[in-house]
């Protein structure tokens, strides 16, 4: 086998390495960028302006989820919102959190008078590590992170068991 060829060989495996570990870090991220959308509360013409503002439509609403033995927990940053602005649901093995986001700013500076606001609707799928009792979850909101409590079904809570050793 030639050098060039050998070169060539390698350069496409490098190729298929990188390939195969950004699709490996997308897959592992996908779940963390959440896309905003314009609110029910926008015509078209806001719908313009709005989008002026924002650079983007994506935003990233960071995740934990704890798993504990009777329990899990999930908490989601996300700041400027309000208690009832959730709708939180459980659909399979997901925590479903939709909600409406919505940032206004006003101020002045010499004649001129800013006033910015950007509304975005989103929907975030989380999924869970065990099946949960929905019926029986809390959710608190404090300092700009919800805090969703989901206790776990009887069949899926851990149990300790003692084992001799010989």
């Known amino acids: 086998m030639s050098t ?15 390939m195969d570990g950004w699709q490996r870090l997308y897959r592992r991220a996908a ?7 314009p609110g029910k509360k926008f015509t078209q013409a806001k719908q313009k302006e709005e989008n002026a503002l924002r650079s983007s439509g994506w935003g990233v609403l960071a995740t934990e ?11 989601l940053e996300a700041p400027g919102m309000g208690q009832n ?25 010499g004649r001129y008078h800013m006033t910015e606001c950007a509304y975005g609707s989103f929907e975030r799928a989380i999924p869970l590590p065990e099946e949960v009792d929905s019926d029986k979850a809390r959710a608190s909101y404090t300092s700009g992170v ?21």
């Open 4 to 18: 060039v060829q050998q070169f060539r060989e390698g350069l496409n495996e490098a190729w298929d390495l990188l």
């Open 31 to 37: 779940g963390a960028i959440t896309r905003f959308t």
């Open 65 to 75: 989820v704890f798993d504990d033995e009777d329990k899990v927990v999930v908490r």
């Open 85 to 109: 602005d959730f709708d939180l649901e459980v659909v399979d093995d997901y925590l479903v959190v939709r909600g409406e986001k919505r940032t206004e700013s006003e101020r002045s500076e």
């Open 146 to 166: 919800l805090r969703v409590e989901l206790p776990k079904t009887k069949i899926h809570r851990r149990r300790s068991i003692k084992v001799v050793v010989r």
